[in-house]
T-cell receptor, first 110, second 114 residues
Framework: KNEVEQSPQNLTAQEGEFITINCSYS?????LHWLQQHPGGGIVSLFM???GKKKHGRLIATINIQEKHSSLHITASHPRDSAVYIC????????????FGKGTLLTVNP | KAGVTQTPRYLIKTRGQQVTLSCSPI?????VSWYQQTPGQGLQFLFE???????NKGNFPGRFSGRQFSNSRSEMNVSTLELGDSALYLC?????????????FGAGTRLSVL
């Protein structure tokens, strides 16, 4: 069974701290997505990656294909980063659908 | 470019009724995917359409159906509504597929079944 596991489920940080959210998956993938969901429901795609590392502003996403693991890092966290972060993957012959992790609820306190 | 538009934003229905939700993708995007989000199950894939053809389907009963029109707009229909169908329904569009492109999500339709 293809599974996506995220950790931690909940994370509370102080403003300015370095944040790491982890995602593990069970079998080889075609692509991994990191999504951000704010209260109210809107989802924004942050990254799509199949190898290596990507950076956008204070956000960094890395993936280790051999270890079947990805991390999302937030540097110099800010209260506006408070959201649910969701990892999702697509597999080989199912490139047309995403399978999602349960999400990590991040709260950044001022 | 306008984003992904979903209508209506909110719906209240009663058990046994049917409902149709609409999604207009970003101009030029031919792939439209539908997802259901509930507190218990999280986000789950419903189906994906590309050029009016369903390319993939999730593990949902036949009461859930969809279609895509020639202008790439998509609709999903849920018949014989059950209380458990209460959820946020999200659609997302991309140029080709999720292994090659990020997806752009609409704001969702929140369905409440009473």
């Amino acid at each position: 069974k293809n599974e996506v596991e995220q950790s931690p489920q909940n994370l509370t940080a102080q403003e300015g701290e370095f944040i790491t959210i982890n995602c593990s998956y069970s079998v080889g993938i075609s692509a991994l997505h990191w999504l951000q969901q704010h209260p109210g429901g809107g989802i924004v795609s942050l990254f799509m990656l199949s190898s290596g590392k990507k950076k956008h502003g204070r956000l960094i996403a890395t993936i280790n294909i051999q270890e079947k693991h990805s991390s999302l890092h937030i540097t110099a966290s800010h209260p506006r980063d408070s959201a649910v972060y969701i990892c999702a993957v697509s597999w080989g012959g199912s490139n047309y659908k995403l399978t999602f992790g349960k999400g990590t609820l991040l709260t950044v306190n001022p | 470019k306008a984003g992904v538009t979903q209508t209506p934003r909110y719906l209240i229905k009663t058990r046994g009724q049917q409902v149709t939700l609409s999604c207009s993708p970003i101009s030029g995007h031919r792939s439209v995917s539908w997802y259901q989000q509930t507190p218990g199950q999280g986000l789950q894939f419903l189906f994906e359409y590309f050029s009016e053809t369903q390319r993939n389907k999730g593990n949902f009963p036949g009461r859930f159906s969809g279609r895509q029109f020639s202008n790439s707009r998509s609709e999903m229909n849920v018949s014989t509504l059950e209380l458990g169908d209460s959820a946020l329904y999200l659609c997302a569009s991309s140029p080709v597929d999720v292994a090659k492109n990020i997806q752009y999500f609409g704001a969702g339709t929140r369905l409440s079944v009473l």
